[in-house]
């Protein structure tokens, strides 16, 4: 299994943009993205659930932050809106099957990370 993340890049606060994150080898149940800044822990951002239809957000982007998915693709994408400083950092795509309660060591493969950076 190998995930492979774009759409980083550097924004103005208020700005927009879009990260992809593609699956190969196969399908899992649940696509989220975590994001660690400098000097802190990797934390949740969004998580996706294909079999129930459900989306999952950290209170710090809900109302900014979008999470889909493309099942045909394997592709999950997070539409970064209304961007601030405090979202700057690496951010990582990844994959389970079960029940992950939002924690990162639920997730059991993990994307390369891309860096977004949002300037004030």
């Known amino acids: 299994v190998q995930l492979q993340a774009s759409g980083g890049g550097l924004v103005q606060a208020g700005g927009s943009l879009t990260l992809s994150c593609a699956a190969s080898g196969r399908t899992f149940n649940t696509m989220g993205w975590f994001r660690q800044a400098p000097g802190k822990e990797r934390e949740f951002v969004a998580e996706i659930n294909w079999s129930i239809s459900s989306a999952k957000y950290a209170d710090s982007v809900k109302g900014r932050f979008t999470i889909s998915r493309d099942n045909a693709k394997n592709t999950v994408y997070l539409q970064v809106n209304s961007s601030k400083p405090e979202d700057t950092a690496v951010y990582y795509c990844?994959?389970?099957?079960?029940?992950?309660?939002?924690?990162?060591?639920?997730?059991?493969?993990w994307g390369q990370g891309t860096q977004v950076t949002v300037s004030s």
């Open positions: 990844a994959v389970a099957d079960r029940y992950t309660g939002l924690k990162a060591r639920s997730y059991d493969y």
